[in-house]
Nanobody, 124 residues
């Protein structure tokens, strides 16, 4: 099964910024139906953060609206997530996901491909 590869995680203080990136080596993931970022904090379930469908506007979970921006970087064949004004509650492992077809929604079962995750830690 295809494996996505995330990068860009790290440790920052409250108010800081990070940019995550996701690629699938040898393939342009921006051609797929739906791309998304999820996150999972210790002891919690996997939460959808943002998605971008091939034929529509981005969608964000309410807690990150106005702070995060999801984008397709076609020159890099990558999916990015710019995270600004980070808060301690944003601390989690962030996963990139992609779907070949179907309904584009922040539901993990809708996605065919996943990365292994990149850690984001925000300290107060």
């Amino acid at each position: 099964q295809a494996q996505l590869l995330e990068s860009g995680g790290g440790a920052v203080q409250t108010g800081g910024s990070l940019r995550l990136s996701c690629v699938q080596p040898g393939y342009n993931i921006t051609h797929l139906r739906c791309l998304a970022w999820f996150r999972q904090a210790p002891g919690k379930g996997r939460e959808g953060v943002a998605l971008i469908p091939r034929d529509g506007p981005p969608v964000y979970v309410s807690s990150v609206k106005g702070r995060f921006i999801i984008s397709e970087e076609t020159t890099k064949a990558a999916l990015d997530l710019l995270m600004t004004r980070l808060e301690p509650d944003d601390t989690a492992t962030y996963y990139c996901a992609a779907a070949r077809a179907g309904w584009c929604a922040l539901i993990p079962s809708q996605f065919d491909y996943w990365g292994r995750g990149t850690q984001v830690t925000v300290s107060s």
